[in-house]
T-cell receptor
Framework: DGGITQSPKYLFRKEGQNVTLSCEQN?????MYWYRQDPGQGLRLIYY???????QKGDIAEGYSVSREKKESFPLTVTSAQKNPTAFYLC?????????????FGPGTRLLVL | AQSVTQLGSHVSVSEGALVLLRCNYS??????LFWYVQYPNQGLQLLLK??????LVKGINGFEAEFKKSETSFHLTKPSAHMSDAAEYFC????????????FGSGTRLQVQP
């Protein structure tokens, strides 16, 4: 089955620690995205990547970093600079012309701070 | 710039009653519009999308939405609510501005009473 997988489902971070969230897709989609979801705020874009080895900052990129070394993978690192990392993180992918594509979402990773 | 406003963070209906979830958008270019549904601790699932073809769009699970340019609205409806419709619903807009990302509303939580 084609789809988007995210791991782990739950992740715990200690103070000062960097953690990495995994996102993999086998849909052969060009573009991939990371969103952060907080209660009552909808989804906010952290980073997106249109092609391999290229990515762009979204609206709330501070304290996060990404890489796109393979088409299938778009990992997100939450660094110690992100002071309020507790949230639900969603990865998505899409194919097609910018502004006209449909995004498909993974099941999410919930990050909690110890 | 584009934005989405969802009126009503919580909507409660009785089983069998009409469901109406409101979405208004702002976009400087012709938009693509989407409704997604999210069940607790899960990713987002696409319900339906408007891509400038028919203004009345039918989606999964008996939902439909009508694009009204004059009112800048894209309200989601379902004639008869079912208990399984209880979830959070997000309206999103995408526009061909070169930036590949969706702008989401803050969401509406639908509660279905027996």
């Amino acid at each position: 089955d084609g789809g988007i997988t995210q791991s782990p489902k739950y992740l715990f971070r200690k103070e000062g620690q960097n953690v990495t969230l995994s996102c993999e897709q086998n849909l052969n989609h060009d573009a991939m995205y990371w969103y952060r979801q907080d209660p009552g705020q909808g989804l906010r874009l952290i980073y997106y990547s249109q092609i391999v080895n290229d990515f762009q900052k979204g609206d709330i990129a501070e304290g996060y970093s990404v890489s796109r070394e393979k088409k299938e993978s778009f990992p997100l690192t939450v660094t110690s600079a992100q002071k309020n990392p507790t949230a639900f993180y969603l990865c998505a992918s899409s194919i097609g012309q910018a502004g006209k594509e449909t995004q498909y979402f993974g099941p999410g990773t919930r990050l909690l701070v110890l | 710039a584009q934005s989405v406003t969802q009126l009503g963070s919580h909507v409660s209906v009785s089983e069998g009653a009409l469901v109406l979830l409101r979405c208004n958008y702002s976009s400087s270019v012709p938009p693509y519009l989407f409704w997604y549904v999210q069940y607790p601790n899960q990713g987002l699932q696409l319900l339906l999308k408007y891509t400038s073809a028919a203004t009345l769009v039918k989606g999964i699970n008996g939902f439909e939405a009508e694009f009204k340019k004059s009112e800048t609205s894209f309200h989601l409806t379902k004639p008869s609510a079912h208990m399984s419709d209880a979830a959070e619903y997000f309206c999103a807009v995408s526009a061909d501005t070169g930036r590949r990302a969706l702008t989401f509303g803050s969401g509406t939580r639908l509660q279905v009473q027996p």
